[in-house]
Protein backbone atom coordinates (compact mmCIF):
# COMPACT_ATOMS: atom_id res chain seq x y z
CA UNK A 1 0.00 0.00 0.00
CA UNK A 2 1.25 3.26 -1.12
CA UNK A 3 2.09 5.52 1.89
CA UNK A 4 -0.40 8.36 0.16
CA UNK A 5 -3.48 5.92 0.45
CA UNK A 6 -2.68 4.51 3.57
CA UNK A 7 -2.97 8.24 5.04
CA UNK A 8 -5.65 8.53 3.22
CA UNK A 9 -7.58 5.32 4.63
CA UNK A 10 -6.52 6.85 8.32
CA UNK A 11 -7.69 9.75 7.69
CA UNK A 12 -11.81 8.22 6.78
CA UNK A 13 -11.06 5.91 9.92
CA UNK A 14 -10.80 8.99 12.04
CA UNK A 15 -13.83 11.09 10.84
CA UNK A 16 -15.69 8.08 11.35
CA UNK A 17 -14.38 7.66 15.01
CA UNK A 18 -14.99 11.59 15.45
CA UNK A 19 -18.85 11.29 13.80
CA UNK A 20 -19.51 8.51 16.19
CA UNK A 21 -18.47 10.13 19.41
CA UNK A 22 -20.48 13.03 18.41
CA UNK A 23 -23.69 13.55 18.59
CA UNK A 24 -23.72 10.82 22.40
CA UNK A 25 -20.60 13.05 23.75
CA UNK A 26 -21.84 16.24 22.78
CA UNK A 27 -25.09 15.79 24.14
CA UNK A 28 -23.96 14.36 27.62
CA UNK A 29 -21.68 16.95 28.04
CA UNK A 30 -24.85 19.80 27.57
CA UNK A 31 -26.68 18.11 30.35
CA UNK A 32 -23.52 17.88 32.71
CA UNK A 33 -23.59 21.67 32.18
CA UNK A 34 -27.03 21.92 32.39
CA UNK A 35 -27.35 19.66 35.16
CA UNK A 36 -28.52 21.99 38.46
CA UNK A 37 -27.31 18.01 40.98
CA UNK A 38 -24.20 17.36 42.09
CA UNK A 39 -22.41 14.57 43.24
CA UNK A 40 -21.35 13.33 46.33
CA UNK A 41 -17.32 14.14 45.28
CA UNK A 42 -18.03 17.31 44.14
CA UNK A 43 -19.78 18.85 47.23
CA UNK A 44 -16.45 17.84 49.39
CA UNK A 45 -14.51 19.21 46.63
CA UNK A 46 -16.82 22.36 46.76
CA UNK A 47 -16.64 22.26 50.45
CA UNK A 48 -12.77 21.97 50.68
CA UNK A 49 -12.39 24.97 48.67
CA UNK A 50 -14.99 26.80 50.23
CA UNK A 51 -17.34 27.31 47.29
CA UNK A 52 -21.35 27.73 46.83
CA UNK A 53 -22.07 25.48 43.69
CA UNK A 54 -25.58 27.10 43.82
CA UNK A 55 -24.96 30.99 43.43
CA UNK A 56 -25.01 32.39 39.60
CA UNK A 57 -22.52 34.80 38.70
CA UNK A 58 -22.50 37.81 37.18
CA UNK A 59 -18.82 38.33 33.96
CA UNK A 60 -17.07 39.90 36.90
CA UNK A 61 -17.31 37.04 39.66
CA UNK A 62 -16.72 33.93 36.90
CA UNK A 63 -13.65 36.30 36.02
CA UNK A 64 -12.39 36.82 39.00
CA UNK A 65 -13.00 33.11 39.86
CA UNK A 66 -10.69 32.51 36.71
CA UNK A 67 -7.89 34.30 37.27
CA UNK A 68 -7.66 33.46 41.21
CA UNK A 69 -8.09 29.45 40.69
CA UNK A 70 -5.17 29.75 37.82
CA UNK A 71 -2.71 32.14 39.70
CA UNK A 72 -3.29 29.95 42.84
CA UNK A 73 -2.08 27.16 40.27
CA UNK A 74 0.92 29.01 38.92
CA UNK A 75 2.29 29.38 42.67
CA UNK A 76 1.39 25.93 43.74
CA UNK A 77 3.30 24.57 40.41
CA UNK A 78 6.15 26.87 40.82
CA UNK A 79 6.70 26.07 44.46
CA UNK A 80 6.59 22.71 43.72
CA UNK A 81 9.60 22.71 41.04
CA UNK A 82 11.19 24.78 43.20
CA UNK A 83 11.18 22.24 46.41
CA UNK A 84 11.69 19.15 43.88
CA UNK A 85 14.96 18.29 45.07
CA UNK A 86 13.71 17.70 48.88
CA UNK A 87 10.15 15.77 47.64
CA UNK A 88 10.41 12.40 47.77
CA UNK A 89 10.14 10.26 44.09
CA UNK A 90 12.22 12.79 42.86
CA UNK A 91 14.82 10.43 41.34
CA UNK A 92 17.28 12.29 42.43
CA UNK A 93 16.79 15.45 40.50
CA UNK A 94 17.61 18.56 41.42
CA UNK A 95 15.56 21.51 42.36
CA UNK A 96 14.26 23.73 38.90
CA UNK A 97 15.88 27.15 38.39
CA UNK A 98 13.88 30.08 38.92
CA UNK A 99 13.09 31.37 35.40
CA UNK A 100 12.64 28.30 33.64
CA UNK A 101 10.12 26.70 36.82
CA UNK A 102 8.33 30.22 36.26
CA UNK A 103 8.33 29.27 32.56
CA UNK A 104 6.64 25.35 33.09
CA UNK A 105 4.11 26.67 35.79
CA UNK A 106 3.00 29.71 33.73
CA UNK A 107 3.29 27.45 30.38
CA UNK A 108 0.66 24.36 31.95
CA UNK A 109 -1.81 26.91 33.88
CA UNK A 110 -2.57 28.45 30.57
CA UNK A 111 -2.58 24.69 28.85
CA UNK A 112 -0.01 25.80 26.36
CA UNK A 113 2.55 23.36 28.20
CA UNK A 114 5.65 24.70 26.09
CA UNK A 115 8.34 22.83 27.52
CA UNK A 116 12.11 23.81 27.59
CA UNK A 117 13.81 21.49 29.38
CA UNK A 118 14.18 17.91 28.78
CA UNK A 119 11.15 15.77 30.68
CA UNK A 120 12.87 12.81 31.48
CA UNK A 121 16.10 14.49 32.93
CA UNK A 122 14.64 17.24 34.97
CA UNK A 123 10.96 15.89 36.34
CA UNK A 124 10.22 13.90 39.02
CA UNK A 125 7.21 11.68 39.64
CA UNK A 126 5.84 14.47 41.65
CA UNK A 127 6.29 17.27 39.74
CA UNK A 128 5.07 15.10 37.04
CA UNK A 129 1.98 13.32 38.49
CA UNK A 130 1.33 16.01 41.35
CA UNK A 131 2.10 19.20 39.46
CA UNK A 132 2.13 18.82 36.05
CA UNK A 133 -0.55 16.17 35.10
CA UNK A 134 -3.31 17.85 37.65
CA UNK A 135 -2.57 20.79 35.48
CA UNK A 136 -3.15 19.07 32.59
CA UNK A 137 -6.60 18.34 33.71
CA UNK A 138 -8.08 21.60 35.46
CA UNK A 139 -6.61 24.03 32.93
CA UNK A 140 -8.64 22.17 29.78
CA UNK A 141 -11.93 22.47 32.32
CA UNK A 142 -10.66 26.40 33.13
CA UNK A 143 -11.08 26.58 28.74
CA UNK A 144 -14.35 24.01 28.66
CA UNK A 145 -15.81 26.41 31.78
CA UNK A 146 -15.20 30.07 30.05
CA UNK A 147 -16.74 28.28 26.63
CA UNK A 148 -19.89 27.20 28.30
CA UNK A 149 -20.25 30.59 30.08
CA UNK A 150 -19.85 32.52 26.53
CA UNK A 151 -22.81 29.76 25.26
CA UNK A 152 -25.11 30.60 28.58
CA UNK A 153 -24.38 34.46 27.51
CA UNK A 154 -26.16 33.95 23.84
CA UNK A 155 -28.79 31.12 25.42
CA UNK A 156 -30.28 33.69 28.53
CA UNK A 157 -31.55 37.12 27.66
CA UNK A 158 -32.57 39.88 30.63
CA UNK A 159 -29.84 38.62 33.01
CA UNK A 160 -26.07 39.26 33.38
CA UNK A 161 -25.54 35.94 34.98
CA UNK A 162 -23.25 32.80 33.45
CA UNK A 163 -23.64 30.06 35.55
CA UNK A 164 -21.18 29.26 38.89
CA UNK A 165 -17.23 28.99 37.91
CA UNK A 166 -16.04 26.54 40.51
CA UNK A 167 -19.61 24.53 39.28
CA UNK A 168 -18.91 24.30 35.83
CA UNK A 169 -14.64 23.56 36.52
CA UNK A 170 -15.27 20.50 38.77
CA UNK A 171 -18.26 18.96 36.61
CA UNK A 172 -15.29 19.35 33.54
CA UNK A 173 -13.18 17.55 35.55
CA UNK A 174 -14.96 15.12 37.09
CA UNK A 175 -17.51 14.29 34.88
CA UNK A 176 -15.99 14.86 31.36
CA UNK A 177 -12.05 14.49 31.71
CA UNK A 178 -11.49 11.81 33.93
CA UNK A 179 -14.15 9.13 33.03
CA UNK A 180 -12.67 9.13 29.37
CA UNK A 181 -9.10 9.51 30.69
CA UNK A 182 -9.07 6.44 32.24
CA UNK A 183 -10.65 4.58 29.62
CA UNK A 184 -8.17 6.10 27.49
CA UNK A 185 -5.16 5.40 29.62
CA UNK A 186 -5.81 1.64 30.05
CA UNK A 187 -6.57 1.61 25.36
CA UNK A 188 -3.01 2.91 25.69
CA UNK A 189 -1.22 0.76 28.69
CA UNK A 190 -2.89 -2.58 26.21
CA UNK A 191 -1.24 -1.31 23.27
CA UNK A 192 2.15 -1.00 24.52
CA UNK A 193 2.47 2.44 26.41
CA UNK A 194 4.01 2.39 29.93
CA UNK A 195 2.57 3.19 33.10
CA UNK A 196 4.48 2.99 36.63
CA UNK A 197 6.88 4.40 39.33
CA UNK A 198 10.23 2.41 38.03
CA UNK A 199 12.52 5.20 38.25
CA UNK A 200 16.10 5.35 36.37
CA UNK A 201 17.29 1.65 35.33
CA UNK A 202 19.40 0.43 32.89
CA UNK A 203 18.19 -0.95 29.27
CA UNK A 204 20.10 -2.51 26.44
CA UNK A 205 20.70 -0.68 23.01
CA UNK A 206 20.04 -2.15 19.81
CA UNK A 207 23.85 -1.21 19.00
CA UNK A 208 25.52 -2.26 21.89
CA UNK A 209 25.79 -1.00 25.05
CA UNK A 210 23.57 0.40 27.48
CA UNK A 211 21.78 3.79 28.11
CA UNK A 212 19.52 4.92 31.63
CA UNK A 213 16.09 5.66 30.92
CA UNK A 214 13.54 6.47 33.86
CA UNK A 215 9.62 5.24 33.69
CA UNK A 216 6.65 6.64 35.32
CA UNK A 217 3.53 7.25 35.23
CA UNK A 218 3.23 8.06 31.38
CA UNK A 219 0.03 6.69 29.91
CA UNK A 220 -2.11 8.31 32.27
CA UNK A 221 -0.77 12.23 31.51
CA UNK A 222 -0.21 10.97 27.63
CA UNK A 223 -4.72 10.54 27.61
CA UNK A 224 -5.15 13.88 29.47
CA UNK A 225 -2.30 15.56 27.57
CA UNK A 226 -4.10 14.95 23.98
CA UNK A 227 -7.56 14.99 26.05
CA UNK A 228 -7.07 18.02 27.22
CA UNK A 229 -5.29 19.53 24.12
CA UNK A 230 -2.23 20.23 26.37
CA UNK A 231 0.64 18.91 24.83
CA UNK A 232 3.10 18.56 27.29
CA UNK A 233 4.98 15.13 26.55
CA UNK A 234 6.45 12.98 29.90
CA UNK A 235 9.89 12.64 27.30
CA UNK A 236 11.37 15.52 25.59
CA UNK A 237 10.55 13.32 21.97
CA UNK A 238 6.96 13.69 23.19
CA UNK A 239 4.52 11.62 21.25
CA UNK A 240 7.19 9.90 18.87
CA UNK A 241 8.99 8.19 22.06
CA UNK A 242 7.45 4.96 21.82
CA UNK A 243 6.89 5.28 25.72
CA UNK A 244 4.22 7.65 24.68
CA UNK A 245 3.28 6.72 21.61
CA UNK A 246 3.83 2.62 20.55
CA UNK A 247 2.77 2.19 17.66
CA UNK A 248 0.29 2.76 14.45
CA UNK A 249 -3.26 2.68 16.04
CA UNK A 250 -2.35 4.77 18.92
CA UNK A 251 -1.08 7.07 17.58
CA UNK A 252 -4.49 7.20 15.32
CA UNK A 253 -5.62 6.92 18.97
CA UNK A 254 -4.30 9.45 20.00
CA UNK A 255 -4.89 12.32 17.41
CA UNK A 256 -8.58 10.86 17.68
CA UNK A 257 -8.29 12.39 21.63
CA UNK A 258 -7.12 15.55 20.65
CA UNK A 259 -9.99 16.27 18.48
CA UNK A 260 -12.62 14.42 20.11
CA UNK A 261 -13.91 17.44 22.93
CA UNK A 262 -13.48 20.28 20.54
CA UNK A 263 -15.58 19.13 17.78
CA UNK A 264 -18.51 17.07 20.03
CA UNK A 265 -18.15 20.93 22.01
CA UNK A 266 -20.16 22.56 18.60
CA UNK A 267 -23.24 19.82 19.36
CA UNK A 268 -23.07 20.61 23.14
CA UNK A 269 -23.08 24.37 21.76
CA UNK A 270 -25.77 23.70 19.38
CA UNK A 271 -28.13 21.61 22.34
CA UNK A 272 -27.56 24.99 25.31
CA UNK A 273 -28.81 27.70 23.04
CA UNK A 274 -31.85 25.33 21.36
CA UNK A 275 -30.55 24.53 17.69
CA UNK A 276 -28.55 21.81 16.55
CA UNK A 277 -28.25 22.89 12.94
CA UNK A 278 -26.24 26.33 14.82
CA UNK A 279 -23.80 23.52 16.09
CA UNK A 280 -23.79 21.98 12.89
CA UNK A 281 -22.77 25.31 11.13
CA UNK A 282 -19.63 25.69 13.29
CA UNK A 283 -19.01 22.35 13.41
CA UNK A 284 -18.67 22.29 9.25
CA UNK A 285 -16.43 25.20 9.56
CA UNK A 286 -13.70 23.78 11.86
CA UNK A 287 -14.29 20.75 9.72
CA UNK A 288 -13.62 22.29 6.38
CA UNK A 289 -10.46 23.92 7.64
CA UNK A 290 -9.36 20.86 9.41
CA UNK A 291 -9.42 18.87 6.03
CA UNK A 292 -8.28 21.91 4.09
CA UNK A 293 -5.33 21.63 6.03
CA UNK A 294 -4.54 17.77 5.95
CA UNK A 295 -4.58 17.96 2.37
CA UNK A 296 -2.31 21.20 2.05
CA UNK A 297 0.15 19.72 4.33
CA UNK A 298 -0.09 16.12 2.33
CA UNK A 299 0.97 18.07 -1.09
CA UNK A 300 3.22 20.51 0.54
CA UNK A 301 5.11 16.75 2.68
CA UNK A 302 4.40 14.12 -0.41
CA UNK A 303 4.98 16.81 -3.25
CA UNK A 304 9.05 17.30 -2.89
CA UNK A 305 11.55 16.75 -5.43
CA UNK A 306 14.81 15.32 -5.96
CA UNK A 307 16.02 11.90 -5.24
CA UNK A 308 16.34 12.13 -1.87
CA UNK A 309 12.23 12.43 -1.84
CA UNK A 310 11.63 9.85 -4.53
CA UNK A 311 13.55 6.75 -2.78
CA UNK A 312 11.45 8.19 0.47
CA UNK A 313 8.38 8.94 -1.06
CA UNK A 314 8.00 12.05 0.48
CA UNK A 315 9.90 14.50 3.48
CA UNK A 316 10.70 11.64 5.58
CA UNK A 317 12.91 13.65 7.25
CA UNK A 318 12.11 14.43 11.20
CA UNK A 319 9.53 11.91 10.95
CA UNK A 320 8.71 8.36 12.73
CA UNK A 321 9.33 5.30 10.42
CA UNK A 322 6.40 4.34 12.23
CA UNK A 323 3.99 6.46 11.12
CA UNK A 324 5.55 7.69 7.60
CA UNK A 325 4.09 10.98 6.30
CA UNK A 326 0.76 10.58 6.17
CA UNK A 327 -0.29 9.76 9.73
CA UNK A 328 2.63 12.46 10.56
CA UNK A 329 0.71 15.42 8.59
CA UNK A 330 -2.08 14.44 9.98
CA UNK A 331 -0.97 14.68 13.60
CA UNK A 332 0.97 18.02 13.10
CA UNK A 333 -2.28 19.62 11.49
CA UNK A 334 -4.34 18.51 14.43
CA UNK A 335 -2.23 19.32 16.90
CA UNK A 336 -1.11 22.79 15.66
CA UNK A 337 -5.15 23.14 14.88
CA UNK A 338 -5.89 22.80 18.81
CA UNK A 339 -3.65 24.13 21.33
CA UNK A 340 -2.49 20.42 22.28
CA UNK A 341 1.58 21.16 21.21
CA UNK A 342 2.17 17.28 21.19
CA UNK A 343 3.59 16.37 18.70
CA UNK A 344 5.14 12.82 16.53
CA UNK A 345 7.04 14.12 14.74
CA UNK A 346 9.67 17.43 14.59
CA UNK A 347 8.15 20.51 12.60
CA UNK A 348 11.67 22.16 12.05
CA UNK A 349 12.21 19.06 9.24
CA UNK A 350 8.80 19.18 7.74
CA UNK A 351 9.69 21.40 4.17
CA UNK A 352 9.26 24.96 4.42
CA UNK A 353 5.69 25.16 3.26
CA UNK A 354 4.69 22.29 5.54
CA UNK A 355 6.09 24.39 8.24
CA UNK A 356 4.62 27.45 7.74
CA UNK A 357 0.76 25.32 7.27
CA UNK A 358 1.56 24.35 11.03
CA UNK A 359 2.54 27.85 11.90
CA UNK A 360 -0.60 29.28 10.24
CA UNK A 361 -2.95 26.76 11.97
CA UNK A 362 -1.80 28.36 15.17
CA UNK A 363 -1.98 32.26 13.97
CA UNK A 364 -6.00 31.33 13.08
CA UNK A 365 -6.02 31.01 16.67
CA UNK A 366 -6.43 27.55 16.76
CA UNK A 367 -10.14 27.41 16.20
CA UNK A 368 -10.54 24.58 13.96
CA UNK A 369 -11.69 22.76 16.13
CA UNK A 370 -9.43 24.76 18.60
CA UNK A 371 -8.41 23.90 22.14
CA UNK A 372 -11.06 22.37 24.38
CA UNK A 373 -13.04 24.83 25.28
CA UNK A 374 -10.97 27.96 23.57
CA UNK A 375 -11.80 26.51 20.57
CA UNK A 376 -15.50 26.91 20.50
CA UNK A 377 -15.44 30.37 22.37
CA UNK A 378 -12.50 31.24 19.65
CA UNK A 379 -15.17 30.61 16.81
CA UNK A 380 -17.99 32.43 17.83
CA UNK A 381 -16.15 35.26 18.24
CA UNK A 382 -15.06 35.27 14.92
CA UNK A 383 -18.91 34.61 13.85
CA UNK A 384 -19.85 37.47 15.66
CA UNK A 385 -17.17 39.29 13.24
CA UNK A 386 -18.89 37.45 10.54
CA UNK A 387 -22.37 38.18 10.90
CA UNK A 388 -21.01 42.20 11.84
CA UNK A 389 -19.42 42.41 7.90
CA UNK A 390 -22.30 41.01 6.63
CA UNK A 391 -24.56 43.78 8.31
CA UNK A 392 -21.95 45.77 6.89
CA UNK A 393 -22.91 45.14 3.56
CA UNK A 394 -26.71 44.85 3.56
CA UNK A 395 -26.67 48.19 6.14
CA UNK A 396 -28.69 46.11 8.67
CA UNK A 397 -27.85 46.24 12.52
CA UNK A 398 -26.41 42.63 12.89
CA UNK A 399 -27.77 39.91 14.96
CA UNK A 400 -26.54 36.55 15.67
CA UNK A 401 -28.94 34.08 17.52
CA UNK A 402 -31.58 36.30 18.41
CA UNK A 403 -29.01 39.11 20.01
CA UNK A 404 -28.26 42.11 18.41
CA UNK A 405 -24.51 42.52 17.86
CA UNK A 406 -24.43 46.30 18.81
CA UNK A 407 -20.79 48.52 18.67
CA UNK A 408 -20.33 47.53 22.62
CA UNK A 409 -20.42 43.64 21.70
CA UNK A 410 -17.90 44.63 18.77
CA UNK A 411 -15.50 45.72 20.70
CA UNK A 412 -14.26 43.06 22.97
CA UNK A 413 -14.52 40.93 19.92
CA UNK A 414 -12.01 43.03 18.03
CA UNK A 415 -9.82 43.21 21.36
CA UNK A 416 -9.79 39.59 21.71
CA UNK A 417 -8.88 38.98 17.78
CA UNK A 418 -5.62 41.60 18.28
CA UNK A 419 -4.45 40.15 21.45
CA UNK A 420 -2.39 37.42 20.07
CA UNK A 421 -1.15 38.71 16.97
CA UNK A 422 0.11 42.03 18.73
CA UNK A 423 1.69 39.12 21.34
CA UNK A 424 3.32 37.10 18.75
CA UNK A 425 4.15 39.82 16.89
CA UNK A 426 5.71 42.20 19.07
CA UNK A 427 8.29 39.98 21.07
CA UNK A 428 8.89 38.82 17.36
CA UNK A 429 9.78 41.92 16.00
CA UNK A 430 11.89 42.69 20.07
CA UNK A 431 13.70 39.33 20.13
CA UNK A 432 15.23 39.91 16.30
CA UNK A 433 15.68 43.73 16.87
CA UNK A 434 17.46 43.00 20.29
CA UNK A 435 19.66 39.99 18.41
CA UNK A 436 18.95 38.32 21.71
CA UNK A 437 18.22 34.36 19.68
CA UNK A 438 21.34 34.92 17.88
CA UNK A 439 23.24 31.95 20.19
CA UNK A 440 20.21 29.88 20.75
CA UNK A 441 19.38 29.51 17.06
CA UNK A 442 21.15 26.82 15.18
CA UNK A 443 19.84 27.67 11.82
CA UNK A 444 20.07 31.34 10.25
CA UNK A 445 18.12 33.30 7.56
CA UNK A 446 14.26 32.60 6.71
CA UNK A 447 14.38 29.44 9.03
CA UNK A 448 16.06 31.23 11.63
CA UNK A 449 13.38 34.11 11.80
CA UNK A 450 10.80 30.61 11.45
CA UNK A 451 12.31 29.73 14.69
CA UNK A 452 11.57 32.69 16.34
CA UNK A 453 8.21 33.21 15.06
CA UNK A 454 7.24 29.69 15.87
CA UNK A 455 8.14 29.75 19.69
CA UNK A 456 6.10 33.11 20.10
CA UNK A 457 3.31 31.90 17.93
CA UNK A 458 3.43 28.51 19.96
CA UNK A 459 3.51 30.93 22.92
CA UNK A 460 1.04 33.26 22.58
CA UNK A 461 -1.96 30.95 21.20
CA UNK A 462 -1.03 28.19 24.03
CA UNK A 463 -0.05 25.55 21.84
CA UNK A 464 3.59 25.04 23.04
CA UNK A 465 4.99 22.75 20.09
CA UNK A 466 8.24 24.65 18.92
CA UNK A 467 10.64 24.02 15.47
CA UNK A 468 12.98 22.31 17.83
CA UNK A 469 15.68 24.44 16.25
CA UNK A 470 15.67 27.07 19.01
CA UNK A 471 17.35 26.83 22.21
CA UNK A 472 14.72 28.20 24.16
CA UNK A 473 16.03 27.59 27.96
CA UNK A 474 17.74 31.17 28.04
CA UNK A 475 16.34 33.75 30.68
CA UNK A 476 14.98 35.95 27.76
CA UNK A 477 13.05 33.12 26.13
CA UNK A 478 11.81 31.94 29.08
CA UNK A 479 11.07 35.11 30.20
CA UNK A 480 9.41 36.29 27.49
CA UNK A 481 7.33 33.48 26.67
CA UNK A 482 6.02 33.26 29.68
CA UNK A 483 4.58 36.51 29.53
CA UNK A 484 3.15 35.77 26.11
CA UNK A 485 1.25 32.52 27.15
CA UNK A 486 -0.51 34.33 30.23
CA UNK A 487 -1.51 36.93 28.56
CA UNK A 488 -2.31 34.95 25.47
CA UNK A 489 -4.56 32.41 27.48
CA UNK A 490 -6.18 34.93 29.92
CA UNK A 491 -6.90 38.52 28.07
CA UNK A 492 -8.72 37.11 25.95
CA UNK A 493 -10.82 35.66 28.37
CA UNK A 494 -11.42 38.84 30.12
CA UNK A 495 -12.94 39.98 26.38
CA UNK A 496 -14.85 36.64 26.25
CA UNK A 497 -16.71 36.84 29.74
CA UNK A 498 -17.37 40.17 29.22
CA UNK A 499 -18.70 39.42 25.43
CA UNK A 500 -20.97 36.79 27.34
CA UNK A 501 -22.05 39.04 30.01
CA UNK A 502 -23.48 41.74 27.65
CA UNK A 503 -25.28 39.21 25.53
CA UNK A 504 -26.96 37.81 28.31
CA UNK A 505 -28.16 41.03 29.47
CA UNK A 506 -30.11 41.76 25.98
CA UNK A 507 -33.95 40.94 25.59
CA UNK A 508 -34.10 38.66 22.46
CA UNK A 509 -35.06 39.99 18.99
CA UNK A 510 -37.26 38.18 16.46
CA UNK A 511 -36.09 37.17 13.33
CA UNK A 512 -36.82 38.66 10.79
CA UNK A 513 -36.92 38.72 6.24
CA UNK A 514 -33.59 40.82 6.36
CA UNK A 515 -31.88 38.61 9.40
CA UNK A 516 -28.77 36.84 8.04
CA UNK A 517 -29.63 33.64 8.32
CA UNK A 518 -26.75 31.81 9.88
CA UNK A 519 -27.66 28.31 9.95
CA UNK A 520 -27.51 27.83 6.49
CA UNK A 521 -24.16 26.57 3.93
CA UNK A 522 -23.81 30.67 2.96
CA UNK A 523 -22.89 31.31 6.24
CA UNK A 524 -20.24 28.79 6.91
CA UNK A 525 -18.35 30.01 4.01
CA UNK A 526 -18.47 33.57 5.00
CA UNK A 527 -16.99 32.87 8.53
CA UNK A 528 -14.21 30.30 6.73
CA UNK A 529 -13.41 33.61 4.67
CA UNK A 530 -13.44 36.31 7.84
CA UNK A 531 -11.57 33.61 9.23
CA UNK A 532 -8.97 33.61 6.35
CA UNK A 533 -8.84 37.12 5.23
CA UNK A 534 -8.36 38.06 8.90
CA UNK A 535 -5.36 35.82 9.64
CA UNK A 536 -3.75 36.59 6.26
CA UNK A 537 -4.04 39.99 6.62
CA UNK A 538 -2.27 40.30 10.13
CA UNK A 539 0.42 37.52 9.70
CA UNK A 540 1.15 37.51 5.93
CA UNK A 541 4.12 40.07 6.28
CA UNK A 542 5.76 37.80 8.88
CA UNK A 543 4.98 34.73 6.86
CA UNK A 544 6.85 35.93 4.27
CA UNK A 545 10.03 36.57 5.86
CA UNK A 546 9.93 33.31 7.17
CA UNK A 547 8.28 29.99 5.59
CA UNK A 548 7.13 30.82 3.04
CA UNK A 549 10.57 32.87 1.88
CA UNK A 550 12.34 29.14 2.55
CA UNK A 551 9.47 27.35 0.91
CA UNK A 552 9.62 29.17 -2.56
CA UNK A 553 13.31 29.45 -2.26
CA UNK A 554 13.51 25.18 -1.69
Do not use: C
Given at each position: MSPFLAGVLQLLALIAALALAYRPLGDYMAKVYGSTKHLRVEKWIYKAVGANPTVEM????????????????????????????????????????????????????????????????????VVQTGGLAVQNFVSAAVGMAVAVALVRGFARSRTGELGNFWADLVRGVVRILLPISVVGALVLVACGAIQNFAGIHEVGQFMGGTQ??????????????????????????????????????????????????????????????????????????????????????????????????????GAMEGKETRFGIGASSIFAVSTTLTSTGAVDSFHSSFTGLGGGITMLGMMLGEIAPGGVGSGLYGMLVMAIIAVFIAGLMVGRTPEYLGKKISTREIKFAACYILVTPALVLCFTAAAMALDTPGHAMTNSGAHGFSEVLYAYTSGANNNGSAFAGLNADTQWFNTTISLAMLLGRFLPMVFVLALAGSLAQQTPVPATAGTLRTEKPLFTGLLIGTILIITGLTYFPALALGPLAEGLAS
Open positions: RWPAYLRGVLAFSAVSVLFLYGLQRLQGSLPGSLGFASIDPDQAFNTAASFVSNTNWQSYYGEQTMGHQWNAGAVASQEVIKELGTNGGGYFNANSAHPFENPNAFTNLFEIFLILLIPFSLTRTFGRMVGSVRQGYVILATMATIWVGFVLLMWAAEFGGHGPAFEVAG
